[in-house]
Nanobody, 121 residues
Framework: QVQLVESGGGSVQAGGSLRLSCAASGYTYSDYCMGWFRQAPGKQREGVARISALGGATYYVYADSVKGRFTISRDNAKNTLYLQMNALKPEDTAMYYC????????????WGQGTQVTVSS
């Protein structure tokens, strides 16, 4: 069955860094765009970053709030998605989810279970 398993979350002070990983299995990983989303308590889930599927030029989409601080990448040989988060702010505190996205429609096909990121001031 399809599995997306996130890891790497934790608690850091403002200005610190974390690297999230998402191990994918059970589907053709390279066929899908991939993305990171986050949801803070009492707020709607929002897109953080997206990356294109294998083939053609690679493109990236970032939320304005994380541009210049977060970097999304994927290792298609390892079926793993990453999110490097630098210069973390308290407002980055949220549950972070990885997702397999249908590139043509930007619809999410599969979700991970989430990993918590907490940034203290």
């Amino acid at each position: 069955q399809v599995q997306l398993v996130e890891s790497g979350g934790g608690s850091v002070q403002a200005g610190g860094s974390l690297r999230l990983s998402c191990a994918a299995s059970g589907y053709t990983y390279s066929d899908y765009c991939m993305g990171w989303f986050r949801q803070a308590p009492g707020k709607q889930r929002e897109g953080v970053a997206r990356i294109s599927a294998l083939g053609g030029a690679t493109y990236y989409v970032y939320a304005d709030s994380v541009k210049g601080r977060f970097t999304i990448s994927r290792d298609n040989a390892k079926n793993t998605l990453y999110l490097q988060m630098n210069a973390l702010k308290p407002e980055d505190t949220a549950m972070y989810y990885c997702a397999a996205i249908v590139c043509a429609s930007w619809s999410v096909r599969h979700w991970g279970q989430g990993t918590q990121v907490t940034v203290s001031s």
